[in-house]
């Protein structure tokens, strides 16, 4: 029946990657991420990035990122726009990033 049928791609989608207890997992793994890269962004330890430590972070590990790209970065990630990155926002941005990046199969996140 269409239901059983319906029951059967439910089970599927159930058990695939980013859903159902994987997901659980794999936020939990993401935020563990984020937070490691939060304090060594965090230069000054105040809990909060502003631009200036952004740019300095990106800047060490990514050296061909023009200001203009770590700002567009910054503003991305700055969800409230006050001008610093809180630890929440980092998250969501990892987050978000992260599953973006298993959803299409790309990433070290990809399982």
């Given at each position: 029946?269409e239901?059983?049928s ?6 599927a ?8 207890n994987y ?7 993401i935020c563990e991420d984020?937070?490691?890269v939060?304090q060594?962004?965090?230069?000054d330890?105040?809990?909060e ?6 740019r300095?972070h ?14 567009n970065?910054?503003?991305q990630?700055?969800?409230d726009?006050?001008?610093?990155i809180?630890?929440?926002?980092w ?6 990033s ?14």
């Amino acid at each position: 029946s269409e239901f059983q049928s319906g029951m059967v791609l439910l089970s599927a989608l159930q058990s695939a990657p980013g859903l159902g207890n994987y997901n659980a997992e794999f936020v939990s793994e993401i935020c563990e991420d984020a937070d490691q890269v939060f304090q060594s962004c965090d230069a000054d330890g105040n809990g909060e990035i502003d631009r200036r430590e952004l740019r300095s972070h990106v800047g060490r590990s990514f050296a061909d990122y023009s200001e203009v790209a770590i700002d567009n970065i910054f503003r991305q990630i700055d969800a409230d726009g006050d001008g610093t990155i809180t630890q929440e926002e980092w998250r969501d941005a990892f987050c978000k990033s992260s599953a973006l990046r298993q959803a299409i199969g790309e990433g070290p996140n990809y399982k």
